[in-house]
């Protein structure tokens, strides 16, 4: 096989893996196992496909697939009051799952990249409720100790029950092997 060929055909997984991990998250955040009063929710393992395809592809093909399920994301269902609050809700908040790619190739790498990725999501979802919605916070409540426990209720709970499933020793290989698989 060529250069050109086989540089053709891993764009090509590299191309449809992220298709399907985007089509997969969509699918997933529709599935809300529990809705916050204001705004959030656990999902079905929503950005596990996203955490995943930078784990499977690297940062670069991550970070892309994050931004467009953030984008469907925001079509499906978004809330905008202001456009920078669209730009670090819907477009950052999401990009930065694909950072699960920093750590491919190390030792309990998807475990790791998904600790990092659901960190940075949280990050982003504390500085949006502290900026655009502070208006929220209880009486008497600092506006900034509100987003952080308010979205930790949330983005949390999914948290633990992803780490818990990715850690289980058949889903784990699973996703061992399919790395392997795109690699060759």
């Known amino acids: 096989m060529s250069n050109t060929t086989k540089t053709s055909t891993n764009y090509t997984k590299a191309l449809t893996t992220t298709a399907l991990m985007i089509a997969l998250g969509t699918i997933l955040s529709q599935i809300k196992i529990f809705q916050m009063p ?9 950005m596990l496909p996203i ?4 784990y ?5 093909w991550g970070i892309l697939g994050g931004t467009i399920h953030g984008l469907l994301d925001l079509m499906f269902g978004g809330f905008v009051i202001h456009p920078a609050q669209l730009f670090i809700d819907y477009i950052l908040a999401f990009a930065v799952l694909g950072l699960s790619g920093i750590t ?4 309990h790498g998807l475990t790791l990249g998904y600790l990092i990725a659901i960190t940075g999501r949280y990050i982003f979802a504390v500085l949006s409720g502290y900026i655009f919605f502070s ?6 409540f600092n506006a900034l100790t509100w987003s952080l426990w308010y979205n930790l209720t949330y983005i949390g ?9 990715i850690n289980i020793s058949p889903i ?5 092997r399919l ?3 795109l690699d060759n």
């Open 56 to 60: 499977l592809l690297g940062t670069r």
């Open 51 to 54: 955490v995943l395809l930078g």
């Open 157 to 165: 709970a999914e948290a633990v029950l992803t780490i818990i499933l």
């Open 38 to 46: 204001q705004g959030g929710s656990v999902t079905l393992f929503s």
């Open 135 to 140: 208006s929220y916070a209880p009486e008497n």
């Open 172 to 176: 784990r290989n699973m996703f061992n």
């Open 179 to 181: 790395r392997s698989t």
């Open 104 to 107: 491919r190739n190390k030792k």
